[in-house]
């Protein structure tokens, strides 16, 4: 009782110095072994029921730091405790003494499920040195005589009965055996599995078609383009040999470490906890990468959900990878959006299939044509530009879709009642006569694209076309002044005629291009008699009257000859659309093009050519290949 009440005193005496120095002092905490800075005013007296601590505190045996320092560097230490914190391990006490820091021996499981030493682990990693340790000598057997032996003096006997009271007997010994010449227990040492070779083959190819049209659902689209489907025929069977392995397999296999270079068929256990069969792709540590063979999907799961097993060798894969025939990737492979095109248009649909040709091997690719409700899929990339015909294919425009089989079922339809298109049918813009080669006239611009590619006004003087452009103004001024009896547009075909809401406040013809997004609904236009263009929702488009129809397009898009952008890439903004041109030389061109202008047709295929001059006589582009801007062409 004394000495607790000193050990309080002596406590007290501590804190009322820390106390009075009022700042953050550094504690460890027992029961954890990590260290915090806690603010003195945070400290109290610790009972003396609560004297002790519950994390014990260890060092590994056997090693020492390197560089014959006697403590361990920043790196083992954040090593050592970035593999060993929060992790379960296995500890060998080598000796058991009263004093602490322990030597033990601690392993810890790795990916593949062995157990490595922590020891060894930092001596592979070149950050410490196993320790030197001396042969111990063999000790002879003493011989018996008449004396006492010391098992049988009574002061050893007190000696042992004193210190086993005072620890925990963690074995017994026979009396026969001193001190000096006692041997502590080692562990059972302990089997480390070593990887089971095992080699499986492929599951066999698939079934291939006939040249043809098949209907087929598709389960899976690659990364490559690779569409993968079934017939309706593996369809029927896929539902067979799903409900075939889950009554052949009803409990898991024993997981072993085994090397997985020579395994090419596999068991996978799906998320779903149903059996799957695969085919493993690639190695990827303490994953794999496999791909479905009934599916089609690729994906990267544990290790541990695959086995080196097959599963119905006898039938073959059901799924078959399909490539669309004639068409090539923008940029030589599929990007990431006509992937999520095909994505979105093929996965778990029932659509028909032409089969065009058959690959030599029966794993590789067929080369089919899809259609979508009778649509081609290839002929809608292309309208997207997520790839393009192969010029060098003839027998794609030759190559004729055949329908797919008649329907058995016969439908009575009757047309009684169904009433036309809300929304007139309108025919395209009648487009302007070029001016002859040679020709000069004046011209106002109205929309610049690039500094060489830009929309423009021609002011030659023709026979009534000051009156046909006040017509034309003069009808839009009157449709803008009633513009809400004019109904929205309902029909978006391709090249559309329509009336397009400007910054402006009011309409002006425009041609519909395509959709820009479907949530929200944006449409991207084209205003005709300006040449710029638009994104906006369908409630600013309107129909456009059909007598609007008789005015040529105002904008005739033309190309300007004598210089290009420049070749050496420039460092400052450029155009989003046309990354070759500065926006400072665009800036400078639109200025360069308010004045009078003069335009002179140097050539009208394969697109409309002029040179422009300013009310000077000089060419309009010389300032910007003067500063830099621009190369002469």
């Not at 460890?28 to 260290?35: E, F, V, Y």
């Not at 006692?182 to 990887?195: E, G, Q, V, Y």
């Not at 270079?261 to 994953?287: F, N, P, T």
């Amino acid at each position: 009782m004394g000495k607790t009440a000193a050990w309080t005193d002596v406590q007290k005496t501590y804190i009322d110095t820390l106390l009075r120095e009022n700042r953050p002092q550094k504690v460890r905490r027992c029961d954890h072994g990590n260290t915090v800075k806690i603010h003195v005013s945070n400290l109290h007296p610790l009972p003396s029921s609560l004297v002790g601590s519950l994390a014990l505190e260890c060092t590994l045996n056997d090693i020492r730091p390197t560089g014959g320092r006697s403590t361990w560097t920043d790196t083992a230490c954040d090593l050592i405790s970035y593999y060993l914190t929060g992790a379960s391990a296995l500890m060998t006490i080598k000796e058991a003494t009263d004093e602490q820091p322990l030597p033990v021996v601690l392993f810890c499981s790795n990916r593949v499920g062995e157990f490595i030493s922590i020891a060894d682990f930092l001596v592979n990693e070149g950050l410490a040195l196993k320790e030197r340790t001396p042969r111990v000598p063999a000790v002879q057997k003493p011989k018996q005589t008449d004396a006492q032996t010391p098992a049988n003096d009574p002061e050893n006997c007190k000696k042992e009965e004193s210190n086993s009271s005072l620890s925990v007997p963690l074995f017994s010994c026979p009396p026969s055996f001193s001190k000096s010449t006692f041997i502590p227990l080692k562990p059972l040492p302990r089997s480390i599995l070593t990887p089971e070779k095992v080699k499986t083959a492929k599951y066999h190819p698939p079934e291939l078609p006939g040249l043809g049209h098949i209907l087929i659902t598709v389960s899976a689209v690659g990364d490559d383009g690779v569409i993968y489907a079934r017939t309706q025929n593996a369809e029927y069977q896929l539902e067979q040999l799903g409900e075939g392995i889950q009554k052949t397999i009803k409990t898991l296999p024993r997981q072993k470490p085994y090397t997985w270079k020579s395994v090419q068929g596999c068991a996978v256990i799906g998320s779903d906890m149903l059996w799957y069969r695969g085919q493993l792709l690639e190695l990827l540590g303490g994953h794999v990468k496999v791909q479905y063979v009934d599916y089609g999907l690729v994906e990267n799961i544990p290790v541990v959900h695959v086995y080196p097993m097959l599963l119905c060798v006898e039938v073959p894969q059901l799924c078959m990878p399909c490539q669309l025939f004639g068409i090539n990737p923008v940029g030589g492979k599929w990007q990431r959006d006509g992937v999520a095109l095909m994505r979105e248009v093929l996965l778990n649909r029932s659509v028909g299939l032409q089969v065009v040709e058959l690959p030599a091997d029966p794993r590789g690719p067929l080369k089919v044509e899809i259609l979508l409700d009778g649509m081609s899929l290839s002929r809608i990339l292309c309208h997207h530009e997520h790839a393009s015909i192969d010029g060098t294919l003839s027998i794609l425009q030759d190559l004729k879709m055949m329908p797919p089989a008649p329907l058995l079922d016969v439908w009575d339809i009757s047309t009684e009642g169904l009433k036309g298109p809300e929304e007139p049918v309108l025919g395209s813009f009648v487009n302007p006569n070029l001016p002859l080669e040679g020709e000069q006239f004046g011209v106002r611009v109205t929309h610049l694209w690039t500094p060489n590619e830009l929309f423009l006004w021609s002011l030659k003087k023709q026979p009534d076309s000051e009156m046909t452009r006040e017509t034309l103004t003069e009808a839009l001024t009157k449709i803008n002044a009633n513009i809400t009896s004019l109904p929205r547009l309902t029909s978006f075909p391709y090249g559309g005629p329509c009336l397009a809401e400007y910054s402006d406040g009011k309409y002006y013809r425009a041609r519909l291009m395509k959709f820009t997004s479907i949530e929200p609904l944006m449409i991207f236009v084209q205003h005709v008699d300006f040449g710029s263009d638009d994104s906006l929702p369908a409630s600013k488009l309107r129909q456009m009257p059909a007598e609007l129809l008789r005015f040529t397009i105002q904008a005739i898009k033309v190309k300007v000859a004598g210089f290009k952008a420049p070749s050496v890439e420039c460092s400052e903004d450029v155009l989003p659309y046309c990354p070759a041109w500065s926006v400072k030389a665009a800036m400078e061109m639109t200025d360069l093009l308010h004045n009078n202008i003069t335009a002179t047709v140097v050539s009208r295929e394969p697109e409309l050519t002029v040179k422009l001059y300013n009310e000077d006589g000089e060419l309009v582009h010389l300032p910007l290949v003067n500063s830099g801007l621009a190369e002469l062409d």
